[in-house]
């Protein structure tokens, strides 16, 4: 168990899920929240191979923080099929200010357990995560 400077600790399914999503592709999403209780980031949900966007996106809370891993799939202009592990942090503006801290302040050091984030996004609404914002971060 990971002891983050913030005091959260991460939980080793978080890495052994997002490893399941990078090499074995497992999951199109994973979404993380902070467990304040247990003072660890656990796995909230897991999205399946076949679920879209708009699945990942209702997945996420409106007035709760949460880290989320996306796996998007798009093809190049030059027609090759790719993808992307975005890293999402979601902290929408309705949330409770000790939340946004909290998941501020443990950001880095959970991402550093994640090897083989590409793209950040930082996001306090939907429209800042939209897949056309996606898509643009993606090429």
């Given amino acids: 168990m990971a002891n983050a400077a913030s005091g959260?600790?991460?939980n080793d399914d978080c890495k052994l899920?997002?490893?399941e999503l990078k090499a074995k592709r497992t999951y199109r999403f994973i979404v993380f929240k902070i467990d304040e209780?247990?003072?660890q980031v656990i796995v909230e949900k897991l999205g399946e191979p076949n679920?879209?966007?708009d699945d990942f996106a209702a997945s996420l809370p409106t007035n709760e923080c949460r880290y989320a891993i996306y796996d998007f799939d798009f093809v190049t202009e030059e027609n090759c099929q790719k993808s992307k592990i975005f890293f999402i942090a979601w902290s929408p503006d309705t949330s409770r200010v000790r939340s946004k801290m909290l998941?501020?302040?443990?950001?880095d050091r959970f991402k550093r357990e994640l090897d083989g984030i590409q793209v950040e996004l930082q996001a306090t609404d939907p429209t800042e995560m939209g897949l056309d914002v996606i898509?643009?971060?993606?090429n």
């Fill in 135 to 138: 898509r643009g971060r993606a």
């Fill in 51 to 53: 679920l879209t966007y």
């Fill in 8 to 10: 959260m600790a991460v």
């Fill in 17 to 19: 899920k997002f490893l």
């Fill in 103 to 107: 998941y501020a302040s443990s950001k």
């Fill in 37 to 39: 209780k247990l003072k």
